[in-house]
């Protein structure tokens, strides 16, 4: 893989409650000085419009090509950011683990505030990757976001949610299918 940290911004957006010291997402913005978390306002109380809000102007806020880097419920907030279809900046979209915030059982009621989940293509290349034992999100949904956003799709079995409790530390397998996205762009 090429050093993509010279030519692209990656956006890391966690989900629910932040990414943890744990979580691959943490790792990746230590080990990559292109890496910025976007942060939110309320981590535990999402609001839409203000997380939305601050990934545009995480986006606005610089001139290289940006890559998002989202993990669960950001993968819905990346699904809002790109119904509007204007890219600006952002070249592609990683998708982990998306929750889906319509499902009653298994999902915070604060994340209903995100419902419905935008089925709209995604304006620049995407990759949804996806775990066989997610609780937060069946499979066959997750492949019907991946259709309905125009994504490519990877199914990992048994990964559970693809976060801390996985303990993928830096997580190699994740690097492997940010540098193919990377390829697409």
Known sequence: MR????????????GLNNSG????????????RNATRVLQ??????????WLKNLDAAIAGGTRPAILICHSLSCSLAAHWAARGQPGR?????LV???DVERPENTPDSV???APMPLKPFPVPSL???STDDPYVKVERARHFAKAWGSDYCEIPELGHINS?????FWPQGLLLLGQLLARV
């Open 3 to 14: 050093d993509a940290t010279n030519d692209y911004d990656f956006l890391v957006l966690p």
């Open 21 to 32: 010291v744990d979580h691959w997402q943490s790792y990746w913005c230590l080990a990559f």
């Open 41 to 50: 306002d309320s981590w535990d109380n999402p609001r839409p419009e203000a």
């Open 90 to 94: 952002v070249k592609a979209v990683l």
């Open 97 to 99: 683990a998306p929750s």
């Open 112 to 114: 209903r505030t995100f």
């Open 128 to 130: 949804v990757v996806e």
């Open 165 to 169: 409790a996985s303990k993928l530390g």
